[in-house]
């Protein structure tokens, strides 16, 4: 067992080396998430909410409809309807209706939002650093192999 997750967790063991595995990757993302949330909430957004401006920054200027939004998430949200308009409030998005579908409408990043995804970046960006700093290249290929596995088994 690792020392580290022992000096953590105050457990000297483990039922298995698989639950280990899993306290652990749970533990990592929980750092990372924490490290996210404290960049958001001084953007006055929560991660969710940067989740939907990174989804919508990459295919501006169109936009998506709220199902292929809710689709991309990396942590779906059960109200993405309420999380898109307070985004929209904030002026960060605004929603068209579908050109094909004028029952659909589609969610658009504004100059606005473009502008806060831009400050963010620094502070996002030294998150990236600091697992660049690390982990080698070769550890983070594998670490992203060992997640795939484990998430596209569902």
Known sequence: MGKKLEQRL????????????????????????SAMDRVCQEHGITRSQYNVLRILRGIHPQGHPRREILCRMIERSPDATRLIDRLEKME???????????????????????R???????????????????????????LSTICEKIYDAE
Do not use: Y
């Open 116 to 142: 806060l995804l831009d400050k963010m970046s620094k502070a996002v960006d030294a998150m990236d650093k600091q697992i660049a700093e690390t982990l080698t290249e070769r550890e983070c290929k594998s």
């Open 92 to 114: 960060f998005v605004e929603r068209q209706s579908s050109e094909e579908d004028r029952r659909l409408s589609v969610t658009i990043i504004t100059k606005k939002g473009l």
């Open 10 to 33: 105050r457990q000297a063991h483990f039922q298995s080396s698989h639950q280990e595995a899993t306290i652990n990757i749970l533990l990592a993302a929980e750092h990372i998430r």
